[in-house]
């Protein structure tokens, strides 16, 4: 069987579900594939959504529904071994934290609502292509052996991080690595001391361990150990995730005579990398094309800000659009990529980490740069100001403990890399024409 489509897409989750709503918006006739069966429920990932995706939400107008459901997310709490202290996202901006099997279908049903034609069980098995071999539609396989095409002039991958169309277009990755840790969470009733609006994250030695309220009340408690360690746990992940959280001081005594809801689900190895992301009759949206450290809690924000981002692509109808829409996802992704490699690094808490948390829960000023960070107002290498952290440490260095200087040129050093990076990312995007698609704020 052969049918047609303006656009098919690929995954039917945070990017493709969210791209096919905005395509059939602008009346389009969109075929959305996924090779999970219909209500297959949570992906392997936990679900911070950052205060830009829950713009993408409204925008897509399920974002009422989100916060009708799950609290928000006003104050982060960093821990560095025992160092305290609380950053905060910008007032009537926060972040919620909705279980993907309460958020995957809102994005579905907007996109069925939308008139995008959704089909569940179906897997992407193959590319169709021209004599010029220009990508032209793809091949499926039903989960009962049915096999049939759907020809369309753009496919678009939004597959996920293990995506079937960038190996079958054999996109190229670049500031690819492996990942340095795995992550391991489950659900626990809301302990009563643990405030609605907190969302934690701690770090012991060369352990991380995260807290974040989500629906149903509930607490996700999530603990991401240096990979070799995650590695070692299969088969016996529940009783290393129960372990490894009695070592967190803060989420043992929150936790303390409670059990969690429910199965520990996690990841032990992974890849973060960068795909090109637009070809010859092809695009990539979400993982697909750009996966980073779960650590910055971004994923889904960004693969929602794809969504828009290609569509608008879409809208000008070019190959050139689309690589514009490519290029500038890089400019726009880099630097927090870049970040949350520093974050996610596998190493231990250092003399600087512990300094600046000390020194910043005595300076309300630093409190709400986090949340102009996720806003995209500040680069996060300028959480903590320079100046200040080169004060800091020189001040600490008087005092005889000069252990802090290496980590600060490190940083220094990484810094400089970034901005590096970005502004090559920026010029190629510049390179490609103006933006069509703004900032939603
Ligand atoms: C441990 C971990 C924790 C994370 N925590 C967070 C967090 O707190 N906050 C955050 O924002 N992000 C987080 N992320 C990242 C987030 O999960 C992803 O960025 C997000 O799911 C990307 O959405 P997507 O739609 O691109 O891909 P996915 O959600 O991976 O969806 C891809 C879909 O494609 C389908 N598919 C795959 N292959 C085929 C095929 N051949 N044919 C048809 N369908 C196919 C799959 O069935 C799936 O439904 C985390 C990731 C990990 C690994």
Not at 205 to 232: C, E, K, Q, W
Not at 233 to 247: M, P
Not at 281 to 288: F, I, K, Q, T
């Amino acid at each position: 069987m052969t049918e047609r489509a303006d656009v098919v897409v690929v995954g039917a989750r945070c990017a493709g579900a969210a791209l096919a709503c905005h395509l059939a918006r602008t009346g389009r006739t969109v075929v959305v594939v996924d090779a999970a069966p219909a209500g297959s429920g949570q992906p392997s990932s936990t679900h911070l959504i950052q205060p830009p995706g829950i713009d993408e939400l409204d925008g897509l107008g399920v974002g009422d529904e989100v916060r009708r459901r799950a609290p928000a997310l006003t104050t982060m709490r960093l821990e560095f071994d025992g160092h305290q202290v609380d950053l905060s996202y910008r007032p009537g901006r926060p972040a919620h934290c909705l279980r993907r099997e309460a958020l995957d279908p809102l994005l579905q049903e907007a996109a069925a609502r939308a008139g995008a034609d959704l089909r569940a069980g179906t897997r992407t098995v193959g590319l169709v292509r021209d004599g010029d071999g220009r990508v032209v539609g793809i091949e499926t396989r039903q989960r009962d052996g049915t096999t049939a095409r759907v020809l369309a002039g753009l496919v678009v991958g939004a597959d996920g991080r293990a995506s079937t169309v960038a190996r079958l277009v054999g996109a190229r990755e670049y500031l690819g690595y492996d990942a340095p840790r795995g992550s391991y969470w489950a659900y626990w009733p809301r302990p009563a001391g643990w405030p609605p609006h907190l969302v934690y994250n701690g770090s012991f030695g060369d352990d991380n361990h995260v807290a974040f309220p989500t629906d149903g009340d509930l607490l996700l408690v999530a603990t991401s150990p240096p990979t070799p360690r995650a590695r070692a746990w299969r088969g016996e992940h529940r009783t290393e995730y129960l372990a490894s959280v009695a070592t967190n001081p803060t989420l043992a005594r929150a936790l303390a005579g409670s059990e969690p809801v429910g199965e520990v689900r996690g990841v032990a190895s992974g890849r973060y990398f960068f795909r090109a992301a637009a070809g010859p009759g092809w695009a990539l949206a979400g993982d697909a094309g750009h996966h980073k450290d779960f650590v910055a809690g971004l994923g889904i924000t960004d693969a929602l800000r794809d969504a828009r981002g290609l569509a608008a692509a879409v809208a000008e109808g070019t190959d050139h659009a689309l690589v514009a829409y490519w290029r500038r996802r890089d400019a726009d992704r880099v630097e927090m990529a870049r970040w949350a490699r520093t974050l996610g690094a596998a190493d231990r808490v250092n003399r600087l980490e512990r300094l600046a948390a000390r020194r910043a829960a005595h300076d309300p000023s630093l409190a709400p740069r986090l949340g102009a960070v996720f806003d995209g107002l500040l680069s996060p290498f300028l959480l903590v100001p320079p100046g200040r952290a080169l004060r800091w440490s020189l001040a600490e260095a008087a005092r005889g403990r000069p252990g802090v200087l290496a980590p600060l040129l490190a940083n220094g050093a990484r810094t400089v890399e970034a901005r590096a990076q970005l502004a090559r990312m920026t010029r190629a995007a510049a390179a490609t024409g103006p933006s069509r698609c703004p900032p939603r704020r």
